[in-house]
């Protein structure tokens, strides 16, 4: 019988190595890098069936350099323990997954670049193994930083009576290409609002994408989002702003947000311009964009959508506004063309 396989997290607190027990859940730590001076840990938690520290792998190679750390295995019981290097994949909330060659297929890959020695052991209760991570980065590896997670899989049992819960600790694992750019650069994308709600915040919420070679939206590098939300007439309706927490958005990968926009009063209907920014705790901003919509009896009625670094482009309402000057011009020429033209005739008769 193939065992069912629970994954364990080892948090990760805002960059600094700081085991505080493995819950139920099926993500890995937050590839952020130790705090400068922080001290490793070595010592397994007090509970747990299956344990690794340091819980987060962080190693700067140059590309065409390679370079290796030690994983210390613990056990609390009888087990076979089978380790691999997977690639690191990051669903919408944020939670990241284990992926298989298959699936792998961001270019910001590092399992390839990773192997482990010994991939495969028998532990006892109260043991602890020591594993080697070793990582070779091809010479043409590109710039930015490289990504996987090391999979420690154990299963209760001596091998031939495999049976029960196994447990799945993913440390997650980052390389740094030394002497390389590492960019943060970002988009917004799916940009919305759902429906009012009576007496509740208006909900918009969109993806924060990462388009850089290197992660964001942990400590240091926090991602804040801020909404604002004019009327027809360019009045401010509301504002508000969100701080994006939990793990950081690893290249290629989106995270969403919900930003609740506050209003002292129901909003009637009629149109609405709305502006987004995403912007990085040191100031920078990754991207803005803009939806216009209608409110028509509490429905919304979405319109044109925009995206630009500090340009959120003109409103829809401004817009229709440039049309209906455009198309008066227009007209007023016309018809004093065709004036002109009957003096002309009229003179022309006349002499």
């Known amino acids: 019988m193939r065992p069912h396989i629970e994954r364990i997290a080892l948090p990760l607190l805002l960059g600094a190595v700081l085991a505080l027990g493995q819950a139920r859940v099926s993500t890995a730590a937050s590839p952020s890098p130790a705090a400068p001076g922080a001290t490793p840990i070595t010592t397994p938690p007090t509970s747990g069936t299956l344990n690794v520290s340091p819980p987060i792998i962080s190693l700067n190679i140059a590309p065409g350099g390679t370079g ?49 020695e010994p991939q495969s052991f028998q532990m006892q209760p109260g043991g602890s193994q020591t594993v080697t991570v070793n ?21 209760p049992g001596t091998g031939s009576e495999n049976v029960g819960l196994a447990v799945e600790v993913g440390v997650s694992s980052l390389i740094t290409l030394t002497g390389t750019s590492q960019t943060h650069t970002g988009a917004i994308k799916n940009l919305a609002v759902a429906k009012p709600v009576p007496g509740q915040p208006l909900a918009v919420t969109g993806t924060v994408q990462n388009t850089g070679n290197s992660h964001f939206g942990a400590a240091p590098n926090q991602v804040n989002t801020s ?47 709305l502006r987004v920014e995403a912007v990085l705790q040191d100031g920078t901003l990754l991207d803005s964009a803009s939806l216009d919509f209608t409110l028509t009896g509490g429905e919304v009625v979405l319109g044109a959508t925009a995206n630009g670094q500090g340009d959120s482009g003109p409103s829809g309402t401004l817009l ?9 011009v227009i007209g007023s020429v016309a018809v004093n063309l065709l004036l002109l033209g009957r003096r002309r005739r009229n003179e022309r008769r006349n002499a």
Do not use: W
């Open 68 to 116: 290796s750390t030690q994983l210390t295995v613990h056990s609390a019981i009888v087990q076979n323990v089978q380790i691999t290097a997977a690639g690191l994949g990051q669903g919408p909330d944020g939670a990241f997954q284990p992926l298989v060659a298959a699936k792998d297929t961001s270019p910001y890959s590092g399992r390839a670049m990773m192997s482990v």
């Open 227 to 273: 909404a604002t939300l004019t009327n027809a007439n360019g009045d401010t309706v509301s504002a508000g702003k969100q701080v994006m927490t939990g793990n950081s958005i690893v290249p290629s990968y989106g995270r969403q947000f919900s930003v609740p926009l506050k209003t002292s009063q129901p909003l009637g209907d009629g149109r609405y311009h």
């Open 135 to 155: 990582v070779s980065v091809p010479t043409g590896a590109g710039e930015g930083t490289r990504y996987a997670i090391v999979n420690v899989t154990g299963t």
């Open 320 to 328: 229709l506004l440039i049309a209906a000057l455009c198309a008066a």
